[in-house]
């Protein structure tokens, strides 16, 4: 996941799913009626699902946009290719750390929001509390859209056990989603999320299948994301490319073309997409004067 160049050219899956998925939800976010709204993307990578997809629906007089990541290399990627834009940073940030966050990030926001990012966060507990303390004391809401379920995970168990590659993949288990094994995880999540403090929630695990067109874009989608190709000799990776393939097409996932000239690769996975509430944690005048403090501020 740090090879950002590589990432932001090989992402289709993520990137459709997130186009589909905020096209639909919109019209569902709460936007301020000053139109002066400030969102953080958690996770936001290469920044290119941030500036393609949410940049284009915000309101015109936004305050600020500010996508983070856990990776250095992709926010300094994501600056180089986005610097121009205005309003619009990029900083380092592990939302599920446990030491504070940030101080000019805590309560700055009106919208948080995350796609494809939080399956790898094994304590998804404390990245809802962070999400949720990111968010404006007057309120505030998230979308989150991440990997419940997916055969990738299955392949990785699989080659974790090999004599070939266990020495790299000694801890594959923290790159598995924690929802993985789950037997609901729409109501485990939508627990997570209680216990956040969120409320009026909306969860729903969707079950969808991405078909990868061809061996070599199957490929460029492993290097994009294995987090293990950073561990394994440069001469040994088509070596673990290799043996990935054979896996899949073990698990039935491959199947060839009507003319037999193009191998195709199913990926059957299980999306959950959540959206909620932070209810307003101040007095309705307190928060009336708050939102009108703002909006003046943004005019001067």
Request: one cysteine or more.
């Amino acid at each position: 996941m740090n090879q950002a160049c590589l990432y932001h050219r090989a992402n289709e899956v993520q990137r459709h799913d997130a186009e589909e998925i905020i096209i639909e939800y919109a019209k569902k976010i709460e936007w301020r009626l000053d139109g002066c709204d400030a969102l953080l993307d958690v996770g936001c990578g290469s920044g290119d699902v941030l500036m393609d997809f949410i940049y284009p629906i915000m309101p015109k007089q936004f305050e600020r946009i500010v996508g983070t990541d856990i990776s250095d290399k992709m926010i300094k990627f994501a600056k180089k290719c986005y610097n121009s834009y205005p309003q619009c940073d990029f900083k380092q940030l592990d939302i599920a750390s446990e030491d504070k966050l940030p101080t000019d990030l805590v309560g700055a926001f009106d919208h948080v929001t995350s796609f494809y990012c939080l399956h790898w966060v094994q304590d998804q507990r404390q990245a809802l509390n962070n999400i949720y303390r990111l968010l404006h004391t007057a309120g505030g809401d998230c979308l989150l859209v991440f990997l419940a379920a997916n055969p990738i995970y299955d392949v990785y168990k699989i080659l974790s056990k090999s004599i070939k590659w266990s020495f790299y993949m000694q801890d594959v288990d923290s790159y598995i989603s924690p929802l993985h094994y789950s037997p609901d995880p729409q109501k485990e999540f939508s627990q997570m999320l209680k216990e956040a403090g969120f409320e009026n929630l909306q969860v729903e695990l969707r079950e969808k299948v991405y078909v990868y067109e061809g061996l070599e874009i199957l490929k460029d989608n492993v290097k994009a994301v294995c987090p293990f190709l950073d561990r394994i000799p440069w001469s040994q990776h088509d070596d673990f490319l290799e043996d990935f393939i054979n896996i899949v097409t073990n698990l039935d996932l491959r199947h060839s073309d009507v003319n037999e000239s193009i191998q195709k690769f199913n990926s059957p996975y299980k999306l959950l997409v959540a959206y909620a509430k932070k209810p307003s944690m101040v007095p309705k005048l307190m928060n009336d004067f708050i939102t009108s403090d703002r909006h003046s501020k943004n005019i001067s």
